[in-house]
C-alpha cells in the first residue's frame, strides 16, 4: 500500500534522512520506533508532502505522492495526527471533528461517519460540546485521533499518540488504536514507547540516525537484543 524507497530529506542544508525504505501493506499496523533526534517526524512529514524529499520515491497504492502537494496527498487517504494533537481549543469537540472532514469526499458523508467515529470514541461522545481546549490531554489526544478518522482514512499515521500521557492514559490509547486498526484502517504508529508499540504492531522498522538498521514483526523486535538494551532498558 505505502512504499518508501532510499528517501533522502532534511532541512535547509542538514540531512536527516539518508535512505529510509520502508512498506506498510493493506490491514497492517506498523511502526517507526527510535531514538530522540532520530527522524521519524521527519519521515514521516516527507511522506505527506509537508517538507520535500531531495531523493528516493514515495508510492501510496500504486501511485507516486513524491511531488504532490500535502492536501493532495491527503485527497488520497493519508491522513497524519500530528505530534501535540493540535486541535482548534477554542472549538468545541465536535466542531473539531468536523473539521476533520474537510476532504472532499469525505464531506458528503459526514454525519454517517460522525455516528460511526463516535461509536469507536464513547468517551468523545460524551464531550462533544465542550471546548477542546477545556479537555485533559488523553482526552485531547482521544479526539485528535478521532478527527483523524473522519477522513475516511485509507492509511492513518499518527505521530507520538502517547506522548505526555500517565501509564494509564496511554494503555487506553493504544487500546484505541487497536480499534481502529481491527476495523481495517491500516495504521502508521510512530512512537517512543517501544514496548507498548511493538506489542501492538504486526511489524516495526527501527530508525537510528535516519536511516532504517533492523526489522521485522512486532514480537521478534522486542527479542532482539539491540532493542532490548537500547530501546527497553534490559
Ligand atoms: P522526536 O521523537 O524527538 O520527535 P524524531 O525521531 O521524530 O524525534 P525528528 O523530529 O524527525 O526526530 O528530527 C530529526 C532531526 O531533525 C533532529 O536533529 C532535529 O533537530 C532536526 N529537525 C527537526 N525539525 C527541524 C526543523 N524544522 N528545522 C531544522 N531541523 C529540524
Redesign the pocket.
Known amino acids: 500500500m505505502l512504499k518508501l524507497r532510499d528517501i533522502c530529506a532534511?532541512?535547509?542544508k542538514?540531512e536527516?534522512?539518508r535512505g529510509v525504505s520502508l512498506d506498510v501493506r493493506q490491514g497492517e499496523v506498523v511502526t517507526l520506533v527510535?531514538?530522540?533526534?532520530?527522524?521519524?517526524?521527519?519521515?514521516?512529514?516527507a511522506l505527506c508532502g509537508l517538507?520535500p524529499t531531495t531523493g528516493g520515491s514515495v508510492e501510496f497504492g500504486g501511485e507516486k505522492l513524491s511531488g504532490k502537494a500535502p492536501h493532495e496527498i491527503v485527497e488520497l487517504g493519508v491522513i497524519m495526527v500530528p505530534?501535540g494533537r493540535q486541535l482548534f481549543s477554542f472549538l468545541t469537540v465536535q466542531e473539531n471533528l468536523l473539521m476533520g472532514a474537510y476532504k472532499h469526499s469525505a464531506r458528503r458523508a459526514r454525519d454517517q461517519r460522525l455516528a460511526e467515529v463516535l461509536q469507536i470514541f464513547p468517551r468523545v461522545k460524551e464531550r462533544l460540546p465542550q471546548l477542546a481546549g477545556s479537555l485533559s490531554g488523553g482526552e485531547q489526544q482521544m479526539v485528535a485521533i478521532a478527527r483523524g478518522m473522519m477522513a475516511g482514512p485509507k492509511l492513518l499515521i499518527m505521530?507520538?499518540p502517547s506522548l505526555g500521557l500517565s501509564p494509564l492514559l496511554v494503555e487506553q490509547m493504544f487500546e484505541v488504536v487497536r480499534l481502529v486498526a481491527s476495523r481495517g484502517t491500516t495504521v502508521l504508529l510512530?512512537e517512543?514507547n517501544v514496548f507498548h508499540t511493538l506489542k501492538l504492531a504486526d511489524r516495526g522498522y527501527v530508525?537510528e540516525n535516519?536511516t532504517i538498521t533492523l526489522t521485522g514483526t512486532g514480537t521478534e523486535l522486542l527479542a532482539n537484543p539491540h532493542v532490548r538494551r537500547a530501546y527497553l532498558g534490559h
Open positions: 532534511g532541512y535547509g542538514s536527516v534522512l527510535g531514538a530522540n533526534g532520530a527522524g521519524k517526524t521527519t519521515t514521516l512529514k517538507i505530534e505521530d507520538e510512530v517512543q530508525l535516519g
